[in-house]
Nanobody
């Protein structure tokens, strides 16, 4: 059973930075893709960024230039570095892992709150 555990969320002022981590049980090299999603109250879950096994990345337009996704295969950890945070970034952030085409594994989420 794969477990994903997020950490690093918190309260930050607009313009500030936060770094999220997602520790996986076992090797993350078995995943085709890993991603960060977020869900704000009353809104649908949306993808923030994903990273392929080979290291290629993609970002939602709303976070391009501000967020950076990365991973450490030796530490079995996925990261999301967030800078220039805005109040609209406030959401529960989830990491997800896709063994092949579907994100079959999800963490429990970590709350990010950005105050204006």
């Amino acid at each position: 059973q794969v477990q994903l555990v997020e950490s690093g969320g918190g309260l930050v002022q607009a313009g500030g930075s936060l770094s999220l981590s997602c520790a996986a049980s076992g090797s993350i090299t078995r995943f085709a893709n890993m991603a960060w999603y977020r869900q704000a109250p009353g809104k649908e879950r949306e993808v923030v960024a994903f990273i392929a096994s080979g290291g290629g990345t993609s970002y939602a337009d709303s976070v391009k230039g501000r967020f950076t996704i990365s991973k450490d295969n030796f530490k079995n950890t996925l990261y999301l570095q967030m800078t220039s945070l805005k109040p609209e970034d406030t959401a529960m952030y989830y990491c997800a892992a896709a063994p092949r085409w579907n994100y079959a594994y999800w963490g429990q989420g970590t709350q990010v709150t950005v105050s204006s």
